[in-house]
């Protein structure tokens, strides 16, 4: 396994801008998730996808936030018009569906710091 | 509503000694799963071990076991043989579903020091 990558490991941006951070899951992972960590909590689950299909969302997902995974391959979440709430690591995870014990593989994250 | 505590923001330990890292969770589901994941200084989220609901036996996976008590709602997780490589955040996560891990909810995590 290469592992999950994540793209950028950093960014900042001024409030109202729009980012965009990519992930690359593990090749034969049909599932991939996002999840959001801020300072001194555990990551909280934002969205999920099998294939190419977004099969859930979290209430923490606003309007502002999309994300797409076309061809069932990598992974883009953008934040539109962002706000100082939104910084942020934001986690991306990928596994291989139908196992009793599905395990979770995370990347190392972006950093995201709303100025 | 699920809810993970863990009520031991950090845990020192001494190398060579096992240490238990407490994790209690709250959900009126039958099926569930529990997990333990580390998280070292570089960010990314390691799978420790997996507990199922339905699991009669504590389950390990090499220096790690995860003590099950179901009727207590507690599934903390034992390092046996600290090295100072464990010294990271440690998180207790919950899957609403004991065959996959959709949506996993975590707790806050607690940092565990390992002294030389």
């Known amino acids: 396994d290469t592992g999950v990558s994540q793209d950028p490991r950093h960014k900042i941006t001024k409030r109202g801008q729009n980012v965009t951070f990519r992930c690359d899951p593990i090749?034969?992972?049909?599932?991939l998730y996002w999840y959001r960590q801020t300072l001194g909590q555990g990551p909280e689950f934002l969205t999920y996808?099998?294939?190419?299909?977004?099969?859930?969302k979290s209430r923490l997902l606003s309007d502002r936030f999309s994300a797409e995974r076309p061809k069932g391959s990598f992974s883009t979440l953008e934040i539109q018009r962002t706000e100082q709430g939104d910084s942020a690591m934001y986690l991306c995870?990928?596994?291989?569906?139908?196992?009793?014990?599905?395990?979770?593989?995370f990347g190392s994250g972006t950093q995201l710091s709303v100025l | 509503a699920q809810k993970i505590t863990q009520t031991q923001p950090g845990m020192f330990v001494q190398e060579k000694e096992a240490v238990t890292l407490d994790c209690t969770y709250d959900?009126?589901?039958?099926?569930?799963?529990l997990f333990w994941y580390k998280q070292p200084s570089s960010g990314e989220m390691i799978f420790l071990i997996y507990?199922?609901?339905?699991?009669?036996q504590n389950a390990t996976e090499g220096r790690y076991s995860l003590n099950f008590q179901k009727a207590r709602k507690s599934a903390n997780l034992v390092i046996s043989a600290s090295q100072l490589g464990d010294s990271a955040m440690y998180f207790c996560?919950?899957?609403?579903?004991?065959?996959?891990?959709?949506?996993?909810?975590f707790g806050t995590g607690t940092r565990l020091t390992v002294i030389p």
């Open positions: 995870a990928s596994s291989r569906s139908g196992l009793s014990n599905e395990k979770l593989f």
């Open positions: 959900t009126s589901d039958q099926s569930y799963g």
């Open positions: 507990q199922g609901s339905y699991d009669e």
């Open positions: 996808f099998q294939n190419e299909a977004q099969l859930e």
């Open positions: 996560a919950m899957s609403p579903d004991q065959t996959g891990a959709n949506n996993l909810f």
């Open positions: 090749s034969e992972h049909n599932r």
